[in-house]
């Protein structure tokens, strides 16, 4: 195994037994939003209107809902003040919502949506700047009890809301890994609250500002910057940095890592660790297989132990995803067997077997005993 993989995957296991999801601040200055209120209705009326995909009479769906009565049709994109509550409708009798993965991943209680006789609502209160991004419904015509796929029309607005103290949308990660594949076009995601701002692409060692062409390296405020063929060249540590109009100094982003895979897909990059190393007799313990890849991978495990065939044990698999910020998940498979009341038989190699479809990596521990 390449050590720099093996230092990244550690790191990424310590973060995960932190516990990556610390909730990213939310400001509620009733006061200033009351402000920001009075000056929304003037900025909301004149929306860029540029219809992206819109719905099958090439109108948008999506309208979001200004005051009692008026609405507004929406286009690519709408900018917000945070503070005042959201609401937008969508005509149907059966409509899907997409909204910003940060609401689900926080099971955010400001989020509702209903669904009305003629239309769908959903309404967002106090947004903040962290719920900037795209928000899409889309009508699910259904016969019967399938719905069908071809009859869905879909209406995306990206919305910003833009806070003139957070330039980059908050990200709950402070330290983000972005893997650069020889295949495909990989994204710097510091993505800003307001589509006017200028931001800067940096590297850390040796500190330079990156060129941006606009065809290699590109910055689309609703992504980031696309690096469209990534290189070993490209790796290293980076931040983004955005100048503010109001502000003279200027605002540094989330840094991040990024890494060159050059084997895209490989076999499983396991780990095991007892609860204990030394016991003593009638104690228990457990042994832990952990294997961290990609969210697609499906692992699998087998055991070989000392006491294989001869008494009873308890192995329990699992796996699920972790959000690793825009465009990044990981799969974190486990299997734990729990070994009760320990005897001589117990001491000695076990061995975690962790199979996906491109080969086996096995790993092992010694148990030993106390005396
Ligand atoms: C930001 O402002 C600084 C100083 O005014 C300037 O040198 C830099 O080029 C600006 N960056 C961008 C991306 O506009
Ligand atoms: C494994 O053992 C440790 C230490 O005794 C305990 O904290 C943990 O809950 C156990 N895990 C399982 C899955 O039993
Ligand atoms: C992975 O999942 C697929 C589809 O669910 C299944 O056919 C395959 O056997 C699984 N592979 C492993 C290694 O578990």
């Known amino acids: 195994m390449k050590l720099w993989l093996f230092f990244t995957l550690a790191l990424l296991w310590l973060e995960v037994q932190n516990g990556?999801?610390?909730?990213v601040k939310r400001k509620k200055e009733a006061d200033e939003n009351r402000i920001r209120t009075g000056r929304k209705r003037v900025k909301v009326r004149y929306p860029k209107v540029k219809e992206?995909?819109?719905?099958?009479?090439?109108?948008?769906?999506?309208?979001?809902?200004?005051?009692?009565?008026?609405?507004l049709r929406l286009g690519e994109s709408l900018s917000l003040n945070?503070?005042?509550t959201l609401e937008l409708r969508c005509k149907g009798t059966n409509i899907g919502w997409a909204y910003p993965s940060y609401l689900d991943t926080f099971n955010d209680n400001r989020l509702s949506i209903k669904q009305h006789e003629r239309y769908s609502q959903l309404i967002l209160t106090l947004p903040s700047a962290a719920d900037t991004g795209d928000y899409s419904c889309r009508v699910v015509l259904c016969d019967g009890e399938e719905c069908a796929k071809d009859g869905e029309s879909t209406s995306v607005t990206y919305i910003y809301f833009t806070d003139k103290d957070e330039l980059f949308v908050p990200s709950a990660i402070h330290f983000e890994i972005i893997y650069l594949r020889p295949d495909k076009p990989a994204t710097v995601p510091c993505r800003v609250t307001n589509p006017k701002i200028k931001v800067s692409l940096h590297r850390e060692v040796p500190a330079e500002e990156i060129a941006v062409d606009g065809t290699q390296i590109s910055y689309n405020p609703t992504k980031g910057f696309i690096i469209q063929n990534p290189?070993?060249?490209h790796k290293g540590a980076y931040y983004c940095k955005a100048n503010s109009t109001t502000k003279i100094t200027p605002q540094i982003s989330t840094k991040y890592q990024l890494l060159y895979v050059e084997v895209p897909s490989g076999p499983p990059f396991a780990t095991i660790e007892a609860s204990s190393n030394t016991l003593s007799g009638g104690n228990i313990f457990n042994v832990t297989c952990t294997v961290l890849g990609e969210p697609e991978m499906n692992v699998s495990f087998s055991w070989r132990y000392p006491g294989q065939g001869q008494r009873p044990v308890n192995i329990h698999d699992s796996w699920r995803l972790i959000n690793r910020g825009v465009g990044h998940t990981t799969?974190?498979?486990?299997?734990?067997?729990?070994?009760?009341?320990?005897?001589?038989i117990d001491y000695g190699k076990y061995i975690c077997s962790t199979k996906n479809k491109h080969g086996e990596t096995l790993v092992a521990t010694m148990v030993k005993s106390h005396e």
């Open 20 to 23: 990556v999801c610390q909730q």
């Open 52 to 71: 992206k995909e819109a719905g099958s009479k090439g109108q948008s769906i999506l309208t979001q809902v200004l005051d009692k009565a008026r609405f």
């Open 82 to 84: 945070p503070g005042k």
């Open 231 to 233: 290189s070993p060249e």
């Open 331 to 344: 799969r974190i498979s486990q299997s734990v067997m729990i070994v009760d009341d320990v005897e001589t």
